[in-house]
């Protein structure tokens, strides 16, 4: 019996890929663990390997098609001594279609002409369409549009595949009729009103046609965009400043350093971020009640100090994970995160490299920024925006030296982490950053 070859879901939260590149053509032979095709999501290009031995009989989803359906099939795979002919006697893998999203408006048709047709009645249903997790499916697009026009996503019915919700369900959809939110579905209503941003129309109309390139939004800064417009909206933040004197360090960094091979298995070069990441680590465990993660049914106490990284790559960021932080010694952290940070960048991290994480750490020194405020990063309930340092005038016992001082600021949540605990955090990283000879017992 032919194998279908199914769209894989490479993280928990997964539900539509870009099936960006076939490495195979039909009649290609294969064996087990060849890699046949690339998928793109939000973060990564993930490879897809077979997982049989035989010949590629058909490809049902063409390379360069997005938003294709988790579980959906993109191909067959013909056993030994099958051909073409058993594909049509196949049964239907239970699986759904790919998902055939609608194009986006481009900056030449912006604004759609108001119509002066009665609006048809909204189409609702007594149990509209959801996954297994409860969730309504949805595409992105019928999202964005009820977030912008605060349309409730429970009462339309939809008629793309597997009833999935998509553009044209929400026509004639009455508007302000959401109550609830959910990432990316709803917005916020007050008093009667939809807080909404500002719409496309309005954008398209205040500025000058051919005064402006489009550019399209990428998986990626599609999924910042979101992440964050719910962390700003959801999390009531907070912030915390407090200034790290970095003369022990640096001179502690440079003493390591200088012991390190020069080159082999054994040898590293710590960063003042290594020692960062090591600090906010053991903080962490000596704070234990602020590495913690809000959740309606309680409060998720952290029993391990696992720091997510901010690293910059085109088109947005990734925040891959150094995980039991406590436990690894300065070089070993040092060579994992610039093992991350290059895959990051090349775009080659798998999702359980940059999910996960208790807290998160974001610096801007190395770019001359001072001081800054780092949004959380959900469902994280900190991060330590962390800036340059610098040599400063400080009073040491009465007397003006130059020292070198970092500020670093902590985003907290206040649904978890009330003033007085942010402020215990970080004064126990303060204290590790000044005196780096704690880091190591």
């Not at 239970?94 to 108001?114: C, D, G, H, I, N």
């Not at 610096?363 to 959900?378: E, Q």
Request: glycine residues 8%; proline residues 6%.
């Amino acid at each position: 019996m032919p194998i279908p070859i199914l769209m894989p879901a490479l993280s928990p939260t997964m539900e539509v890929g870009t099936l960006a590149k076939w490495h195979v053509s039909e009649g290609d032979e294969v064996s087990s663990g060849d890699v046949i095709a690339e998928i793109e999501t939000d973060k990564a290009t993930m490879e897809v390997e077979a997982v049989d031995e035989g010949t590629i009989g058909s490809i049902t989803i063409e390379e360069g098609t997005a938003n294709v359906a988790v579980n959906s099939t993109i191909a067959v795979l013909l056993l030994e001594g099958e051909d073409k002919t058993a594909i049509d006697s196949m049964e239907a893998a239970p699986v759904a279609a790919p998902v055939t999203e609608e194009k986006t408006e481009t900056a030449e048709k912006p604004v759609a002409k108001p119509s002066s047709e009665t609006p048809a009645a909204p189409k609702t249903a007594n149990a509209p369409q959801s996954n297994a997790n409860g969730r309504i499916i949805a595409s992105p697009l019928a999202k964005r549009i009820a977030s912008q026009k605060n349309i409730d996503l429970s009462a339309i019915k939809g008629t793309g595949p597997n009833g999935r919700i998509i553009k044209a369900d929400l026509e004639g959809a009455p508007e302000g009729t959401a109550v609830t939110r959910s990432l990316g579905e709803v917005a916020p209503v007050t008093g009667g009103h939809a807080i909404s941003p500002v719409s496309d129309k309005e954008i398209f109309a205040t500025y000058e046609e051919g005064s402006y390139d489009l550019v399209p939004l990428d998986n990626m800064r599609k999924t910042v965009a979101e992440r964050l417009t719910v962390a700003k909206s959801t999390i009531p933040h907070f912030y915390l400043t407090i200034d790290c004197e970095l003369d022990s360090l640096l001179d502690a960094r440079k003493r390591l350093n200088d012991q390190s091979p020069k080159e082999g298995p054994g040898a590293f070069k710590i960063s003042v971020n290594d020692f960062i990441i090591k600090a906010m680590g053991l903080a962490l465990q000596q704070v234990p009640d602020a590495n913690a993660t809000w959740s309606t049914q309680g409060i998720l106490r952290h029993k391990r100090s696992d720091v997510s990284v901010a690293v910059a790559v085109e088109g947005g960021l990734f925040t891959p994970v150094i995980r039991h932080c406590e436990l690894k010694t300065l070089s070993e952290i040092s060579n994992e995160m610039k093992d991350l940070a290059f895959r990051a960048r090349s775009k080659k991290l798998a999702p359980h490299e940059y999910t996960g994480g208790t807290t998160s750490i974001s610096n801007l020194g190395m770019f001359g920024i001072k001081k800054f405020d780092a949004v959380i990063n959900p469902p994280q309930s900190t991060i330590l925006a962390v800036g340059a340092g610098e040599r400063r005038p400080t009073i040491v016992e009465d007397k003006v030296e130059p020292r070198t001082v970092m500020s670093v600021t902590l985003s907290c949540d206040h649904r978890v982490v009330d003033g007085a605990l942010g402020a215990e955090l970080l004064g126990a990283f303060k204290g590790y950053i000044e005196d780096p000879v704690t880091m190591l017992v």
